[in-house]
């Protein structure tokens, strides 16, 4: 599958989750993210930085792609949030 495709899916899917789209908090927690407001994923971007880095120092790879999953992931969330594409 495209790179591409695969993105323009995901943030589909993060569109779906908005309040504004009837993102249910209580079956997805990226509504449940949402619900709770920017600090909520702005939160989590922090956490997963951090893990990231420390991940790295420890020189463990299978944590550095673990955590650098969670971190971008969480970052399409805040993107999708603003609106940006």
């Given at each position: ?10 943030m ?44 790295a ?29």
């Amino acid at each position: 599958m495209n790179a591409d495709l695969v993105l323009t899916e995901l943030m589909a899917v993060l569109k779906s989750r908005l309040p504004s789209a009837g993102g249910d908090p209580d079956s997805s927690y990226v509504a449940k993210l949402y619900a709770k407001g920017p600090d909520a994923f702005l939160k989590k971007i922090g956490e997963e930085a951090t893990e990231l880095v420390m991940a790295a120092k420890d020189q463990n790879q299978q944590a550095v792609v673990s955590e650098t999953a969670d971190l971008w992931f969480h970052c399409l969330v805040a993107l999708n949030y603003y609106n940006v594409d």
